[in-house]
């Protein structure tokens, strides 16, 4: 079938994306499903920084690449030995296909699944094959997702099925879109990997779409005090109007200072979204004894993050990575949306645009200027 998609052929092209248009919007021809496969008319995609981050080149990718990782989408056909979905169910993409099989997903650690970690660097799908087709040649999967797109062929395994409410009524499709990512990673930076506890102290570095997440998943945690840390004023205020206690603005020289007295000796769990190994140095310097660091950012391969070593042992300081929130799609986002539509986590909070497909490099240059939280890409 013929799809309109946002094709990104070179990553490096400068800012204002407007102007150099490094996602073209182009019409593809997309296979039908393989087996454990399944299509779906993508519905609603928002833009991630991690997005951003290949279109920049921070994170390298193959090369062309239908982009996008975070969607709600409607299942169209299903390929041969799916057994769990079925056309016109509501789905939510996880950005790391779990095959259920390895090591790590046998251990409940399905955002470190080996052969998703391998297809993800690939740019195919679980099964190691493509379903794109371009003028370019060999066009690539963006995370198994490519959600920038009116359609998609994804992996069983990348996909989630989100139930109706108790009146029978789907989620609404931009919301859906933010808990394939931003919900994902930054409530379950908290809940799954820091394991917050009601009146514990958490200061969250960075206030993207993740990092607010984070502090949406804090508040409903029960946590006090809530500190929010970023270097726009304005991520300030709006953090504030989401449950933080206290902010702190991170350009100031005493920024960890006023963070460690917010926290009474440091907060016990400092978590990092902004993807910069300062802000991780920041988070760390910030944190108490005994305490931990948690990163979910993602900064350049070639960055590097130090600690006096002796603090670890002499403070019994704990620092862990949380990659998709340390999370397993198919229990986690269900119960995440179960805690939306309770009220108790007000996700539809992070949505601050809404575009179509072809305003997509304009809406790029927004989010690298620290302008939106959240933007999705409305699909008719």
């Known amino acids: 079938m013929k799809v309109r998609a946002a094709l990104l052929r070179e990553m490096g092209l400068p800012a204002p994306y407007a102007e150099s248009k490094p996602l073209a919007i182009e019409t593809l021809e997309l296979d039908a499903p393989g087996a454990g496969e399944l299509l779906v008319r993508i519905r609603a995609a928002g833009l991630c920084h991690s997005d951003l981050s290949v279109i920049d080149g921070s994170r ?10 975070e969607a709600a989408g409607e299942v169209v056909a ?10 016109g169910d509501q789905v939510v993409f996880a950005f790391v296909p779990a ?21 993800n660097t690939a740019g195919t799908l679980l099964s190691g094959e493509r379903r794109w087709h371009g003028d370019s040649g060999e066009t690539h999967h963006h995370l198994g997702v490519s959600a920038f797109a ?18 029978g009524q789907p989620l609404d499709w931009t919301v859906a879109a933010l808990f394939g990512c931003a919900v994902l990673t930054g409530v379950g930076a908290v809940v799954n990997t820091a394991r917050v506890a009601p009146g514990d102290s958490v200061a969250i570095f960075g206030l993207g779409g993740v990092g607010l997440a984070a502090l949406l998943g804090a508040a409903a945690s029960g946590a006090y005090p809530i500190v929010a840390v970023d270097v726009l004023p304005a991520k300030l205020d709006f953090a ?24 009474g000796g440091g907060a016990q769990h400092a978590i990092e979204t902004a993807g910069s ?3 991780l140095a920041a988070a760390y310097a910030a944190t108490r004894r005994g305490g931990q660091t948690v990163t979910a950012g993602l900064p350049h391969p070639s960055r590097e993050f130090r ?38 986590l007000p996700v539809d909070k992070l949505l601050t645009h809404k575009l179509k497909l072809d305003e997509i490099n ?9 302008e939106a939280v959240r933007q999705v890409v409305e699909f008719d």
């Open 362 to 370: 304009t809406a790029f240059d927004r989010l690298a200027r620290g």
């Open 78 to 87: 299903v390929g041969a030995d799916v057994q769990d979905f079925a056309p």
């Open 150 to 167: 009116e359609a998609a062929v994804v992996s069983a395994r990348s996909a989630v099925k989100i139930p109706a409410d108790a009146a």
């Open 240 to 263: 504030r109007q989401l449950g933080a206690t206290h902010t702190v603005l991170a350009t100031d020289a005493d920024a960890v200072a006023q963070i460690r007295d917010a926290c």
């Open 99 to 119: 095959c259920g099989h390895c090591a790590y997903c046998a251990e409940g650690r399905a955002a470190l699944c080996e052969p998703g970690a391998r297809a």
């Open 277 to 279: 190994e300062q802000a």
């Open 60 to 69: 390298p990718r193959v090369m062309p690449m239908v982009l996008g990782h």
């Open 307 to 344: 600690v006096p070593a002796v603090s670890l042992v002499a403070e019994e300081r704990t620092v862990k990575g949380s990659y998709m929130g340390s999370a397993v799609p198919a229990r986690d986002l269900p119960r995440f949306v179960a805690l939306y539509r309770a009220g108790k």
